[in-house]
């Protein structure tokens, strides 16, 4: 899963490429129109803003809660891919804001916290792992093997289900810098977004 931003009325640099027809297209045809795309998204950075979700969360977190530009009550929107749009105004007060943090080292300091917690909860969650590979081994012994937890007795699944919630998400959700300048040129040039 994945949020796709797109801008409602980007700054163009180049043309878009046209479309392929791709139940009649050939293999060729496709991969040279997603060259094409790729080359034109570069050009045109408020085009398109992709980020998979262990990357959009702490992203969007870090603007809900820094830039002081996401109103209240649309703070859950930023996590749905409900179409959620933000207005050209509030897109380049973002982008301003994201730039002023980096600028000041603030996202510099935040991305090395959040990545130092990040770092710990995956040194965690291998012990956990570990635990949870011993206790599998242990089940396949009892229920035969590739048995889910879900078909265990009681007793073990809710054992299975105590080692598993012992498990740090943090460690799922990566930050760094360059998302955040990434974003913010999307934001500047993209005449206000869609979050998909």
Not at 17 to 34: I, K, M
Request: proline residues 3%.
């Amino acid at each position: 899963m994945g949020f796709d931003l797109f801008g409602l009325n980007p700054k163009l640099k180049s043309e878009k490429p046209a479309t392929v027809d791709y139940r009649n297209s050939t293999e060729e045809e496709r991969a040279e129109f997603f060259e094409k795309m790729e080359k034109f998204e570069k050009e045109n950075k408020g085009y398109y803003f992709r980020n998979n979700v262990w990357w959009w969360r702490p992203l969007a977190n870090y603007i809900i809660e820094h830039t002081g530009c996401v109103d209240r009550d649309d703070e859950d929107k930023w996590h749905e891919n409900g179409g959620h749009e933000v207005d050209e105004e509030t897109a380049k007060m973002i982008a301003q804001q994201l730039k002023h943090l980096v600028s000041t080292g603030h996202t510099d300091n935040f991305a090395k916290e959040h990545m130092d917690e990040y770092e710990k909860a995956t040194l965690h969650n291998e012990a956990v792992d570990k635990k949870l590979k011993e206790f599998q081994e242990q089940m396949d012994k009892k229920y035969g093997e590739d048995t889910a937890p879900a078909s265990y007795k009681e007793e073990d699944y809710k054992m299975w289900n105590s080692i598993y919630s012992m498990k740090n998400w943090k460690a799922s959700y990566p930050f760094n810098v360059d998302n955040v300048k990434e974003f913010a040129e999307f934001a500047e040039e993209s005449g206000g977004f869609t979050i998909c």
